[in-house]
């Protein structure tokens, strides 16, 4: 598969540009103030479009178009051997000048490469990039690149999941903390006793009144098992559990990852990491002190030149930001469909996500222009969460990023002119 | 009533049982119900003379059910006791405060399973179950893949070796000495087959720290005992045994076989020394004046933790008093004679009770001289019990 994957690409790369179906209105004010209005763009763009829009002029809306992407043959080489997962890992646009409303734009689209197969936290895969490019005439005015990660779905655990925590009134806020990277403990509002695990009412002084501290992370072995039989459901023995007594002093039982079984021991230093098992459910684990994080590290502190933009995303935001760039694909606006599919609920689609990046750096950079936008992107942005958006400027790059539950929903570099 | 005490007022006047194996091939009503009936009839009566039942809150087999089939007709009495093998004691426990106080004459306790052939609490437990208490506590462990009795039990014992310096040779000898007695116990499941402590140290992980022979075995079966007043029990065919004293006790900060957090420090069983304080007060007894114990030996380190507990050693100290088979049948403390749920059957601690009633008969299989007192302990690391039974 791979030569032929290979020979695939060299071919289509050899062809270059070809012409992509027609974008099937010219640049008009109606699009453009449905797409301000669902983004919440407050800007005067004159008789300019936003030049986030690149990418909204091409797409063919309720009905699908019948060109084909650059990119359809090798995504099909790759699903028919099993690479049948998909995620768009990166998205940039260069705008070469604004275009302007009555400007009939021209497409056309490239293949660009496909890299692998690589190992990814996905599973095996091949990343595949094509290019998309808009004219005026013979005039560029802008380009998009679009990659993604095509992955044979691992089978992530041998017999399913491990059993969910069952979570009520009195430890939600642990479970809530463990899914923003943070492991809870909870202290009494009254006496400040800690406890874990924790309960509605302080032993000590019987207030109701409940706090949590951020725990460090760091602490050490206090007992711990090797689990050789029988089998664990979303386990693989021999695995570690420990009791750690935390440096705050409660212990809490999690496993000891990356190590080998034969190098732990009571008294042994360990530092908090955490596994992701699913949209709900984050387990506060330990890995040895001093060794570097095999998993992505909880979200630091979020630095910011500007105030965060706060922006729920309610059904209705998703839905309408989905529609006003013209993506009717029903994992933005169809839940039980979208959960069919295996996600959590509806998500922002990519073009909102370009949409709303140019939205936060020019409220705060009025007097600028965007020469382009390189965007990597993380994890889905589902409805019922919020995404907070953030960033710094230097010279003329400004650096976004996009946080959900879930982690990093975006990165993005803007080159400003 | 002018003595606040249930000490000597009570005694098991019958015991029953079914065979043990590992597939009985009958439902776990009429494991109940032939097990309540031998009991009756060991202690010389019908199934008409019972008015109360008691048994464990995890037992499947209600009592209304149970008197049906065994034709009792009405209750006046029944009750379940809480908290997985803990509760094996406390049924007796429940029957002879009924008895002592004539809400009822006579009491059949049981616990009936297809534990081994049906549901078998050593595999892995897949769900915590809900919000309840329980589930809430289960999900502190469970997602981690501490999700087996064996599993809670080994986190202890790593800390109680490196607290102690106690080996998994040192919980061997617990498996050797109940192999050794249940090899000449023609009712054990390991009836002639004895075990070496080489092969313990050959037989393959479960959870490290534990072998695969520190866990006891998986068993089908069911056991009655028939409590009634002393002084009736003494007009029935077998010499009665009294119950000097009965006991239920939890720790401080107690949970289900996770005693893992506050004040614990994993080396002490805080439930079972709450019981202990409770029957060597109530029997005026101590250590020293039981002949033989039958100590609850699911999995074997909390054999060593119940020895310190109840005061047959100090502190750290079991692994020497269960040297050179101190715990054996000619050892200074025979410990289960019958062979223990290690060597016998695995009945909740059922069977450990009915063996002591024998040992005060006099009709073990491997029976201990002179028997006076017998210490009985139910389940370890959860909720707990005890009895100590007497002669006279």
Redesign the interface.
């Given at each position: 598969m791979h030569e032929e994957l290979t020979a695939l690409a060299a071919r289509l790369a050899a062809l270059g540009e070809q012409p992509a179906p027609e974008p099937p209105d010219a640049v008009n004010e109606a699009m453009i103030r449905n797409w301000r209005q669902a983004m919440g763009d407050t800007r005067d763009w004159g008789d300019a479009a936003p030049p986030a829009m690149a990418q909204v002029w091409s797409m063919p809306g309720l009905v699908p178009s019948k060109g084909a992407s650059a990119a359809d043959d090798v995504l099909r080489v790759l699903n028919g051997d099993g690479f049948t997962g998909v995620v768009a890992t990166n998205c940039e646009h260069v705008y070469d000048r604004p275009v302007r409303l009555g400007e009939r734009l021209r497409a056309t689209a490239r293949f660009g490469s496909v890299v692998g197969p690589k190992r990814t936290a996905m599973g095996l895969g091949y990343f595949v990039t094509w290019y998309q490019s808009w004219y005026v005439g013979e005039e560029r005015v802008a380009e998009m690149l679009f990659r993604v990660l095509k992955f044979q779905p691992v089978k992530r655990r041998p017999k399913g999941k491990p059993p969910l925590p069952a979570v009520g009134l009195d430890t939600e806020f642990f479970w809530d903390g463990a899914r923003s990277g943070e492991l809870r403990i909870q202290r009494c509002g009254e006496c400040g006793e800690l406890r874990h695990p924790p309960g509605p009412m302080c032993p000590a002084c019987n207030s109701t009144k409940r706090d949590h501290l951020v725990a460090r992370g760091r602490g050490t072995v206090y007992s711990y098992v090797v689990h050789h039989h029988p089998p664990v459901p979303g386990r693989t023995p021999p695995y570690v559990v420990a009791l750690v007594e935390l440096e705050e002093g409660p212990r809490i039982i999690g496993n000891v990852l990356g190590v080998d079984p034969s190098e732990v021991s009571v008294g042994m230093a360990v530092e908090l990491d955490f596994e992701r098992i699913d949209d709900e459910v984050t387990l506060p684990q330990w890995r040895p002190a001093g060794r570097p994080a095999p998993a992505p590290a909880p979200p630091p502190e979020r630095v910011s030149d500007w105030p965060a933009l706060e922006l729920p995303l309610t059904p209705t935001f998703i839905i309408s930001t989905a529609l006003a760039t013209r993506d009717f694909t029903p994992v933005h606006h169809d839940v039980a469909l979208a959960r069919a599919q295996g996600s959590a609920d509806i998500f922002l689609n990519i073009l909102t996500t370009m949409g709303l990046v140019q939205r936060y750096v020019l409220e705060h950079n009025p007097e600028a222009d965007l020469a382009g936008m390189r965007v990597r992107l993380g994890a889905p942005a589902y409805a019922g969460d919020t995404l907070v958006l953030t960033g710094t400027r230097e010279g003329d790059t400004v650096t976004v990023r996009g946080t959900v539950a879930l982690g990093d929903h975006v990165n993005a570099t803007v080159a400003l002119r | 009533m002018t003595e606040r005490t249930l000490s000597g007022r009570a005694a098991v006047a019958g015991i029953g049982a079914t065979e043990f194996s590992k597939e009985s091939g009958r439902s776990e009503l009429q494991l109940a119900a032939e097990a309540c009936l031998a009991a009756i009839r060991d202690a010389g009566l019908t199934p008409s003379d019972v008015d109360g039942l008691v048994t464990f809150s995890a037992d499947v087999n209600t009592e209304i059910a149970v008197a049906r089939e065994t034709g009792m007709g009405e209750l006046r009495f029944f009750s379940r006791v809480e908290y997985g093998g803990g509760a094996a004691c406390g049924t007796v426990a429940h029957a002879a405060m009924a008895v002592a106080t004539g809400q009822a004459e006579a009491v059949v306790c049981y616990r009936a399973f297809n534990e081994r052939s049906g549901h078998r609490f050593?595999?892995?437990?897949?769900?915590?179950?809900?919000?309840?208490a329980q589930?809430?506590?289960?999900?502190?462990?469970?997602?981690?893949?501490?999700?087996?009795p064996a599993?809670w039990v080994?986190?202890?014992a790593?800390?109680y070796m490196?607290a102690y310096g106690a080996t998994s040779e040192d919980f061997g000898r617990v498996a050797v000495a109940m192999r050794r007695h249940a090899a000449t116990n023609p009712a054990a499941w390991f009836y002639e087959r004895p075990i070496s402590l080489a092969e313990h140290q050959e037989s393959?992980?479960?959870?490290?720290?534990l072998h695969l022979l520190d866990c006891c075995q998986e068993s089908d079966g069911g056991v009655a005992l028939l409590v009634t007043t002393a002084e009736r029990a003494r007009d029935l065919p077998h010499r009665p045994a009294v119950i000097s004293a009965a006991a239920q006790g939890t720790g401080r900060?107690q949970y289900m076989m996770f005693g893992?957090?506050g004040d614990d420090d994993?080396t002490t069983l805080p439930a079972m020394g709450v019981v202990a304080d409770r029957l060597w007060r109530d029997s005026g007894l101590g250590p020293q004046d039981v002949q033989t114990a039958i100590l609850y030996d699911h999995f074997t380190p909390f054999v060593l933790y119940q020895l310190e507990e109840l005061g047959f050693c100090g502190r750290g100290e079991a692994r020497h008093f269960l040297a050179d088979g101190g715990i054996e049948i000619d050892g200074r403390l025979p410990v289960n004679p019958h062979g223990g749920q290690l060597g016998e059957a695995y009945i909740h601690g059922m069977n450990g009770i009915a063996e002591a009633v024998r040992q005060i008969r006099g009709t073990a299989a491997n029976q201990v001289p002179d028997v006076t007192n017998v210490l009985v302990t139910a389940g370890t690391g959860v909720p707990t019990s005890g009895l100590v039974l007497s002669g006279s």
């Open positions: - | 050593g595999q892995a437990n897949a769900s915590t179950r809900g919000a309840t589930g809430l506590e289960f999900s502190w462990h469970l997602p981690y893949g501490l999700a087996t599993a080994a986190m202890s790593r800390r490196h393959r992980w479960i959870v490290d720290p900060e893992y957090y994993l």
